[in-house]
């Protein structure tokens, strides 16, 4: 942890989390941040779905909701930060208080029902961004959301790739949140198969990622992977948040409604993109999410399975120069099981 991050976590914690939140994408939009000018060692670079990645930590979905922050997250050294979740029309989400944490656990449990500005102004803000910074270094993927009360979930899909897959450099189609109802249902053959196809047709060859689930069973995720591989999706997110409240949380924390992120969605993570991992055969490119804040957390969904890594919950924990002790770790981790790169380090628990 950087000096800087910790005079400033006791400020930030002291608030209630989303106003500290809203405080932090502002800083960052401003030009306040600090800045990691470090080149990514070559190791760590990958090709996949035709983007080059230099280093494969990146920034989850739920952070920057509406894309006003993404110059400052960059320069935390992320190799590439995930935008969104954004809806067709703005909308006010869940009412607050809607974030907890639990510093004791280092966990976030949030029903924040993807508020956010709509598809109008978080296209202005992208704009903005790739017109003055971006570049190809610069990875964005685009997540997108149905609103709550649509009555055709496909169709806001839909619109948002018609919208979106043009400029970004990857779409994220959010099933998984567990804050909006019906969503989760989604995650299912008779569905995704007609859905994948139709977004298909309107993103050409723009990659289209699924984000899944974490507390999917090893069941689901067997017919999930040959829906997947069917319908031609080109890599998978595993996963958001989780349903779960193991006993050891605190009472008043663990009985708030919403998702669980942080250190105890890590494990059900992992196994998830091991599963999936070993029912495609490695044929689909798979980020690992849920609950990493290490180089040990990130290495072992990479030997799982996953070719690239995101974080949410342990920023807030750890702060910025978390992103650079991860990319560290990484190389030694390579070093001491004798991978010449991160690229032979995947899926090696299945070898
Ligand atoms: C406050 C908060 C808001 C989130 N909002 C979204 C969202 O809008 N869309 C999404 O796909 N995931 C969202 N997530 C889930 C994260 O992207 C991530 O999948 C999950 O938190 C697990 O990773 P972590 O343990 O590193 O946080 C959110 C998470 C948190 C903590």
């Known amino acids: 942890m950087s000096l800087a991050f910790s005079l400033l976590r006791p400020v930030l914690h002291s608030m209630d989390p989303e106003m500290a939140h809203s405080l932090t994408i502002k800083a960052l939009a401003s030009g306040a941040y600090p800045r990691c000018s470090a080149p990514d060692d070559a190791r760590l670079e990958q090709t996949i779905f035709g983007l080059t990645f230099s280093n494969p930590v990146g920034l989850a979905a739920g952070f920057d909701k509406n894309a006003e922050a993404l110059k400052g997250i960059f320069a935390m050294g ?13 909308q006010e989400g869940n009412p607050k208080p809607r974030v907890f944490r639990d510093t004791e656990s280092q966990s976030v449990i949030n029903r924040m029902g993807f508020p956010g500005l709509g598809a109008d102004v978080f296209a202005e803000n992208y704009t903005r ?86 507390d999917l069973t090893d069941a689901q995720i067997t017919e999930l992977a040959a829906t997947l591989l069917e319908a031609g999706i080109d890599g998978i997110i595993l996963g958001n948040t989780t349903l779960d409240r193991p006993e050891s949380l605190p009472q008043n924390f663990r009985g708030q409604t919403g998702g669980l992120s942080g250190p105890h969605v890590k494990a059900k993570s992992t196994h998830a993109i091991a599963r999936i991992y070993a029912e495609t055969k490695g044929k689909l490119p798979v980020i690992g999410v849920g609950g990493v804040a290490s180089a040990t957390d990130a290495y072992a969904k990479i030997r799982a399975g996953a070719s690239l890594v995101q974080l949410y919950t342990a920023l807030v924990f750890h702060g910025p120069a978390l992103v650079t002790d991860i990319k560290t770790g990484l190389l030694r981790l390579l070093d001491r099981d004798g991978f010449k790169t991160l690229k032979d380090a995947i899926g090696a628990d299945h070898k």
């Open 78 to 90: 992320f190799g590439f930060a995930e935008a969104g979740t954004v809806t067709p029309l703005p």
């Open 129 to 214: 961004f790739c017109e003055k910074y971006k570049t190809p270094k610069k990875i964005v993927g685009i997540n997108i959301g149905k609103n709550k009360t649509t009555e055709d979930p496909a169709a806001d899909y839909l619109k948002l790739a018609t919208h979106f897959a043009p400029v970004c450099d990857y779409l994220s189609v959010n099933i998984s949140s567990p804050n909006t109802p019906g969503l989760r249902d989604l995650q299912k053959p008779d569905f995704l198969i007609p859905f994948i196809r139709d977004l298909k047709k309107i993103t050409g060859t723009k990659p289209v990622l699924i984000k899944l689930a974490p």
